[in-house]
């Protein structure tokens, strides 16, 4: 009888022990579907496609397009040119000075750059992100937490 008691308080510990981690961790009510992913990666491609070209073309207008784009989605993305022991995001308002360097006094392009808000996306509990993953087979975008 004692064992029994004693595993019952064992599972009982260990539910609430899941559902208080759950709770912890800000779990959303509904997850993200398929469609709410999939438009989300296209997003995090096309603005981490437009940085990396207006990098290496040295081309503010890229850099411009890329930073409203994850500004605008409020996506917190790894930048792909991170290490693995050093986990960075990418900085809007960094981004945007690339821009304003490479504009020099070209005002249209420094009215753009104006135009884009800098600030930030909130970071939720679970800290989860757009991360840029590579296999034997190939390389993507994949959205995980714990960082």
């Keep these: 009888m004692k064992g029994r008691v004693i595993s019952l308080t ?11 981690a759950a709770v912890a ?4 009510v509904k997850p993200l579907t398929s ?3 999939s438009e989300q990666q296209g997003q995090v491609t096309l603005a981490s496609g437009l940085i990396a070209l207006g990098r290496a073309e040295k081309d503010p207008m890229m850099l411009i397009v890329g ?6 989605s409020g996506l ?4 792909p040119v991170s290490d693995d022991e050093e986990t960075v995001f990418y900085d809007i308002a960094g981004i945007l000075d690339e821009a304003r360097k490479l504009a020099g006094d070209n005002q249209e392009l420094l009215d753009a750059i104006a135009r884009v808000p800098a600030d930030p996306p909130e970071r939720g509990q679970r800290y989860c992100a757009w991360d840029y993953e590579c296999n034997s087979i190939d390389c993507g975008w994949i959205y995980s937490c714990g960082y």
């Design 10 to 20: 064992a599972g009982a510990a260990m539910v609430l022990s899941a559902a208080g």
């Design 25 to 28: 961790q800000d779990v959303p």
């Design 35 to 37: 469609a709410e992913l």
């Design 67 to 72: 930073a409203k784009v994850l500004a605008e």
């Design 76 to 79: 917190i993305v790894v930048d």
